[in-house]
């Protein structure tokens, strides 16, 4: 074996050790959190001991000698746990949590630099050895300390097995031989294809509808019409497949939060407890990495300014211990996650105060208001009701920050809340962001793709239907007034003549907002992939992207998130309750 090939080998181990040892801490926080509620659960604490067991073990062998003392050390304090030598305690497991932060830190170290020789572990080192109540003694040489741990980990020797190439082929249709790790690249390479893909297909499908309305009797082309009626299914059961092998369950974002709740709530002397729904519903990885900012936020927000106080709570005759709840589901072809608390839940009285002393509505305009109309006042930039600003809640970053997100992913957020009671907000994702379902609409000889989870309706728009209220176009459509958007104003397209008084209205919703949309045609639904713009002009407002129709045009996806806040947000009443 050539020098070169063994080095390309070591890589290979390295970077399985490193995706095995995330996998680990990722699954550690959590355990941590439910044993210090059950400090009684010995299988809990023997989960917890093998893992750290195991990564130490193969950090030995690895010669990552910095890594091996943290771990040992913590290791240490488990066992003595396990053999009931040592309770578990928070200020234990507060110790052993910094450990596995160093971990973190030393991992990240490994995966940028080779080596975990650039991170400081005498602090964490120390406290550690203060919870065993003894002093470290003379440290082993590096050498010698990989030694004894490969000699004294199973894992180590199954690494060994790997890089020596001597490991027995484990029988045909062993567990181990049904999956494979793929780089993330390859499957995001193909499910590009599997977009252009579709895009073929699409135009495909056109050509041939135009060959049997123009040359119905002959028999080539029903039989091209089989053929492609074959191939759409081919196509739509591989696009399934693909966008499957993306999948992640949420659990991956949702593990983080047990210990995020922990130590949130100590630092706000809050008690709080975190209920998980769901764990295993799986969202499209692109969709997973989008989304954990956005909840982060909203548990924080939670945390920080819906659950009152232990005080606060027995005086008003609940249990001290708040609970926020994290439950995700896939209804339909969307998931939907839901964020509640048993808090104070928010004022409309509040709200509306903040809004008035703001500036953003009049008292005349907020007269005619209703309920959830007020409350969606909360997504406005930068709008709190919060009387002190923390750095737990995000410094006063508003909730228009997780709408914006959740926007971009062409999701919908609403918040619902009672007042003394808590509040629940609820996020609608969909499966997958690559493709989606579009209302193909036309102003003059401009295509535009509405996303379909944002159409509500679509109406036929006549002269006297049109109406003007404090200078802006509205519709009055059964008791409802919806302002109204004209995408050839917002455009530029010129007009070639004044179509004012036909066309259609595509009423669409972002969250619980809605307006109309003024088009002069529209055409089918169809399914398209979205494609960037590019730097030059992905500053567009309002453009999402663009996609390439069956004709084989290129029409841009319109952004509702963008556009509902190129509409003025409070001029007038949208949705009377």
Do not use: C
Not at 95 to 121: F, M, P, Q
Not at 371 to 399: C, K, Y
Request: a negative charge; hydrophobic letters at 40%; glycine letters at 8%.
């Amino acid at each position: 074996m050539t020098d070169e090939s063994m080095n390309e080998e070591m890589k290979e181990i390295v970077q399985d050790f490193l995706v095995e040892s995330q996998e680990v801490l990722d699954g550690l926080d959590q355990r941590f959190v439910a044993l210090e509620k059950n400090p009684d659960d010995t299988d809990l604490l023997n989960e917890i001991f093998r893992a750290a067991h195991s990564m130490k073990g193969s950090a030995g062998f690895l010669g990552f000698t910095r890594l091996v003392e943290v771990a040992h050390h913590a290791e240490s304090i488990l066992n003595k746990m396990r053999q009931r030598e040592m309770t578990v305690e928070r200020s234990v497991v507060d110790t052993i949590l910094e450990a596995v932060d160093l971990i973190k830190l030393l991992l990240t170290d490994i995966k940028e630099t080779g080596s975990d020789a650039h991170v400081e572990v005498s602090a964490v080192l120390s406290k550690l050895a203060a919870v065993l109540h003894q002093d470290l003694g003379p440290r082993l040489p590096a050498q010698a300390l990989g030694e004894i741990l490969v000699r004294d980990t199973v894992v180590a020797e199954d690494v060994l097995d790997k890089a020596l190439k001597k490991q027995e082929p484990k029988p045909l249709g062993s567990e181990e031989d049904q999956t494979i790790r793929v780089e993330t690249r390859r499957l995001d390479h193909v499910m590009n294809l599997v977009g252009e893909l579709v895009l073929g297909r699409n135009r495909m499908m056109k050509l041939s509808t135009g060959l049997e309305q123009s040359h119905e009797s002959d028999p080539l082309v029903r039989e091209l019409a089989e053929t492609l009626g074959r191939l759409d299914l081919v196509t739509s059961d591989l696009q399934t497949a693909v966008m499957k092998t993306r999948m992640l369950p949420i659990r991956k974002v949702l593990g983080k939060f047990p210990r995020m709740v922990r130590d949130l709530s100590n630092k706000v002397g809050k008690n709080v407890g975190l209920e998980l729904v769901g764990e295993d519903t799986e969202l499209d990885k692109s969709v997973i990495e989008e989304i954990a900012d956005p909840l982060v936020h909203l548990i924080r927000n939670a945390i920080d300014h819906g659950l009152e106080t232990p005080e606060e709570r027995r005086a008003a005759g609940k249990p001290e211990q708040g609970t926020v709840k994290l439950e995700a589901a896939q209804e339909g072809d969307r998931i939907v996650i839901r964020v509640s608390d048993d808090g104070g839940g928010m004022s409309v009285e509040k709200i509306k105060a903040k809004a008035l002393s703001r500036d953003l509505v009049t008292p005349q305009e907020i007269s005619t208001w209703g309920r959830r109309e007020i409350i969606n006042l909360i997504f406005q930039p930068g709008f709190s009701t919060a009387e002190n600003v923390t750095d737990v809640s995000g410094r006063g970053v508003g909730m228009d920050v997780v709408r914006t997100n959740i926007s971009r992913l062409n999701g919908t957020v609403e918040v619902d809340t009672d007042e003394g009671h808590g509040s629940t907000v609820t996020i609608k994702l969909p499966l997958t962001i690559a493709i989606i379902q579009a209302l193909m609409v036309a102003v003059e000889r401009q295509e535009f793709a509405i996303p379909l989870t944002s159409v509500v309706e679509a109406v036929k728009l006549g002269s006297r239907d049109l109406k003007t209220i404090n200078g802006r176009e509205v519709l009055t459509l059964r008791d409802h007034v919806l302002p109204l958007l004209r995408l050839s104003r917002m455009f530029e397209i010129p007009m070639l003549e004044d179509r004012s008084d036909f066309g259609y209205v595509v009423v669409v919703a972002v969250g619980e907002r809605r307006f109309g949309i003024m088009v002069d045609h529209l055409h089918a639904q169809e399914e398209v992939v979205i494609k960037s713009l590019g730097g030059l002009l992905g500053e567009i407002k309002g453009i999402a992207g663009a996609t390439i129709t069956g004709e084989g045009k290129v029409v841009l996806i319109l952004d509702m998130a963008e556009l509902v806040q190129a509409m003025h947000p409070v001029s007038v009443r949208l949705n009377a309750r």
